[in-house]
């Protein structure tokens, strides 16, 4: 249904060409139904300075979300000395240095950016060519060899033209789909970026510093211990003409093109503007007006953070702890007036009634909510793609990277005609005889070893059942994504808290110290972090 997409992602598809789409010959395999697409998560990050703290220095606080039921943990802790200075904090495979932490001087955090930074072109493929404007331009080949531990190198070859690198084989005349990614613009830069961060010692260097990282599409926030705090995009995201999105695939040889790259000082930046800096996934334009995003995830986390922050003038280290574990959903606000009013008269509407839209271990209205929520997917579902819809919601992350777009619609009393009304009327009657739980019950989930994961528990590498509060749309992010081949759960992987009167940091890990299954620190931190405590990280001693 053409018209409910353009609905769903307006106006993200002005100037689309569903046909063009639809004669693409294949559409090759992006994971959709396996577990290497569940990997989505929402991340938080916010500082205040000093005008709203009770000791009058900045606060910045790190609250990233990623999965979660895995041992040992995603974040590995840190404390380092070098001469004077010392950095605390998490590292994370994939990013030099520390991605999460503070030196004596500057913390820092940072949340997806989910930036437009690959494009689709629909190439016409000919043999070993492609057409451009009426000429044929040879495919080159790329080879490649992974090495790999223990294993043979694993080779690959990419075919690829100018407009990137073509997703599918493709017959002796067809529509392929060519892939164009930003994010290789000087990537050692990047590197270089990150690893010089923590020797930064104010906002406006690190800013200067991170103008540099082209490769990862990240809102960072910064505050220092001068008492300035700030906000800078990194990346690097393609400028595109005549007002394309970037949502949609255009043909490669017309005129939808890129004409530049937004990067560096070219990205949104703020500095001692204003007392608070927020960041939560959100999209953001460029200082010029262009689109930088249209996957963002809804404003539900960022507005609620904006409001417990503006709602506190003396602001300590136990003020932010009670943020980062807040579970009220704004997506439950927004949409459940809408929804209510169509309810069939029964046990899911009367437990909806006066619901404080939390998500608490014994909140039953969250289990009421999200079935009636399920139950408007399907509505919808039905006319998005039918069967093959229904089973996108239910066997990937579809639901989790569309949901901005998704409750735009449901969300809206334009979109329950009479027709879908009583199709959700009648769904919901049917769950009538689903034992009503609190939301500890519903959502769970296990932390097997990442390598050892299903040995008997006698061997102590898993750890058992555990209640995951929060949803999608709550300040602490808890989400059970489903996918073929094991539940994917995201939820808050660490969680830091930097008060510039003092020397240290407030952290709180689901897992341990160390990372083998024999030592007494593997599971040191699980039973504080599942308690929403946390622990002091301390600069280490000088020799």
Same mark, same amino acid.
């Given at each position: 249904?053409?018209?409910?997409?353009?609905?769903?992602?307006?106006?993200?598809?002005?100037?689309?060409?569903?046909?063009?789409?639809?004669?693409?010959?294949?559409?090759?395999?992006?994971?959709?139904?396996?577990?290497?697409?569940?990997?989505?998560?929402?991340?938080?990050?916010?500082?205040?300075?000093?005008? %709203?703290?009770?000791?009058?220095?900045?606060?910045?606080?790190?609250?990233?979300?990623?999965?979660?039921?895995?041992?040992?943990?995603?974040?590995?802790?840190?404390?380092? %000395?070098?001469?004077?200075?010392?950095?605390?904090?998490?590292?994370?495979?994939?990013?030099?240095?520390?991605?999460?932490?503070?030196?004596?001087?500057?913390?820092?955090?940072?949340?997806?950016?989910?930036?437009?930074?690959?494009?689709?072109?629909?190439?016409?493929?000919?043999?070993?060519?492609?057409?451009?404007?009426?000429?044929?331009?040879?495919?080159?080949?790329?080879?490649?060899?992974?090495?790999?531990?223990?294993?043979?190198?694993?080779?690959?070859?990419?075919?690829?033209?100018?407009?990137?690198?073509?997703?599918?084989?493709?017959?002796?005349?067809?529509?392929?789909?060519?892939? %164009?990614?930003?994010?290789?613009?000087?990537?050692?830069?990047?590197?270089?970026?990150?690893?010089?961060?923590?020797?930064?010692?104010?906002?406006?260097?690190?800013?200067?510093?991170?103008?540099?990282?082209?490769?990862?599409?990240?809102?960072?926030?910064?505050?220092?211990?001068?008492?300035?705090?700030?906000?800078?995009?990194?990346?690097?995201?393609?400028?595109?003409?005549?007002?394309?999105?970037?949502?949609?695939?255009?043909?490669?040889?017309?005129?939808?093109?890129?004409?530049?790259?937004?990067?560096?000082?070219?990205?949104?930046?703020?500095?001692?503007?204003?007392?608070?800096?927020?960041?939560?996934?959100?999209?953001?334009?460029?200082?010029?007006?262009?689109?930088?995003?249209?996957?963002?995830?809804?404003?539900?986390?960022?507005?609620?953070?904006?409001?417990?922050?503006?709602?506190?003038?003396?602001?300590?280290?136990?003020?932010?702890?009670?943020?980062?574990?807040?579970?009220?959903?704004?997506?439950?606000?927004?949409?459940?007036?809408?929804?209510?009013?169509?309810?069939?008269?029964?046990?899911?509407?009367?437990?909806?009634?006066?619901?404080?839209?939390?998500?608490?271990?014994?909140?039953?209205?969250?289990?009421?909510?999200?079935?009636?929520?399920?139950?408007?997917?399907?509505?919808?579902?039905?006319?998005?793609?039918?069967?093959?819809?229904?089973?996108?919601?239910?066997?990937?992350?579809?639901?989790?990277?569309?949901?901005?777009?998704?409750?735009?619609?449901?969300?809206?009393?334009?979109?329950?005609?009479?027709?879908?009304?009583?199709?959700?009327?009648?769904?919901?009657?049917?769950?009538?005889?689903?034992?009503?739980?609190?939301?500890?019950?519903?959502?769970?989930?296990?932390?097997?070893?990442?390598?050892?994961?299903?040995?008997?528990?006698?061997?102590?590498?898993?750890?058992?059942?555990?209640?995951?509060?929060?949803?999608?749309?709550?300040?602490?992010?808890?989400?059970?994504?489903?996918?073929?081949?094991?539940?994917?759960?995201?939820?808050?992987?660490?969680?830091?808290?930097?008060?510039?009167?003092?020397?240290?940091?407030?952290?709180?890990?689901?897992?341990?110290?160390?990372?083998?299954?024999?030592?007494?620190?593997?599971?040191?931190?699980?039973?504080?972090?599942?308690?929403?405590?946390?622990?002091?990280?301390?600069?280490?001693?000088?020799?």
């Amino acid at each position: 249904n053409c018209e409910l997409l353009e609905a769903m992602f307006e106006p993200f598809l002005e100037g689309w060409k569903p046909w063009l789409c639809q004669a693409i010959e294949s559409y090759p395999d992006w994971g959709l139904s396996s577990k290497s697409f569940g990997r989505g998560g929402g991340s938080n990050a916010w500082a205040v300075d000093g005008t %709203r703290t009770q000791s009058g220095m900045p606060i910045l606080c790190g609250d990233p979300h990623l999965q979660i039921n895995q041992l040992p943990a995603l974040f590995l802790e840190v404390r380092v %000395r070098i001469a004077s200075e010392y950095w605390l904090g998490a590292s994370i495979p994939g990013i030099p240095g520390i991605a999460v932490g503070r030196n004596s001087s500057l913390a820092w955090s940072g949340t997806f950016a989910v930036a437009d930074n690959s494009d689709f072109f629909v190439e016409r493929v000919q043999g070993e060519n492609v057409v451009r404007g009426g000429a044929l331009e040879p495919i080159s080949k790329r080879h490649v060899a992974i090495e790999r531990r223990g294993q043979s190198p694993k080779h690959l070859t990419f075919r690829e033209t100018s407009r990137g690198s073509l997703e599918a084989p493709a017959s002796e005349s067809a529509l392929v789909l060519a892939n %164009r990614w930003s994010g290789s613009h000087r990537p050692e830069e990047g590197m270089c970026a990150f690893m010089r961060l923590p020797f930064c010692g104010s906002v406006g260097e690190a800013q200067q510093i991170l103008e540099k990282a082209h490769t990862l599409s990240l809102h960072f926030v910064l505050a220092d211990k001068g008492g300035q705090i700030g906000y800078c995009q990194l990346g690097s995201i393609p400028k595109r003409s005549q007002d394309w999105s970037g949502l949609y695939p255009v043909e490669a040889d017309g005129s939808m093109q890129w004409t530049g790259l937004y990067t560096g000082k070219s990205l949104p930046r703020t500095i001692g503007q204003n007392a608070v800096v927020v960041s939560a996934n959100e999209a953001r334009l460029a200082p010029d007006g262009g689109t930088l995003a249209t996957f963002a995830q809804p404003l539900y986390r960022y507005e609620r953070i904006k409001e417990l922050l503006y709602a506190g003038s003396e602001h300590t280290a136990e003020t932010m702890a009670g943020i980062q574990l807040d579970v009220i959903s704004g997506q439950a606000k927004a949409i459940l007036p809408v929804l209510y009013p169509l309810l069939p008269w029964g046990p899911i509407r009367l437990k909806l009634n006066g619901w404080d839209f939390g998500y608490g271990p014994a909140s039953q209205g969250a289990h009421c909510f999200q079935l009636v929520y399920r139950a408007a997917l399907c509505v919808l579902a039905d006319e998005l793609g039918g069967d093959w819809m229904h089973n996108m919601l239910r066997k990937t992350e579809l639901a989790h990277w569309w949901c901005s777009a998704i409750d735009r619609l449901i969300g809206s009393s334009s979109f329950w005609t009479p027709g879908r009304a009583k199709k959700l009327a009648a769904l919901v009657a049917n769950l009538e005889q689903v034992d009503l739980l609190p939301w500890g019950k519903v959502q769970q989930f296990d932390m097997p070893h990442l390598a050892f994961g299903g040995l008997p528990s006698v061997f102590g590498f898993d750890e058992g059942t555990q209640s995951l509060g929060g949803s999608i749309g709550t300040i602490c992010q808890g989400a059970v994504i489903p996918a073929i081949d094991g539940e994917v759960v995201i939820g808050p992987a660490y969680r830091m808290i930097c008060d510039f009167s003092d020397d240290g940091i407030l952290t709180a890990l689901p897992g341990g110290i160390h990372g083998s299954r024999f030592s007494k620190t593997y599971k040191k931190w699980l039973k504080q972090w599942r308690q929403g405590e946390y622990h002091r990280l301390e600069p280490p001693m000088r020799n």
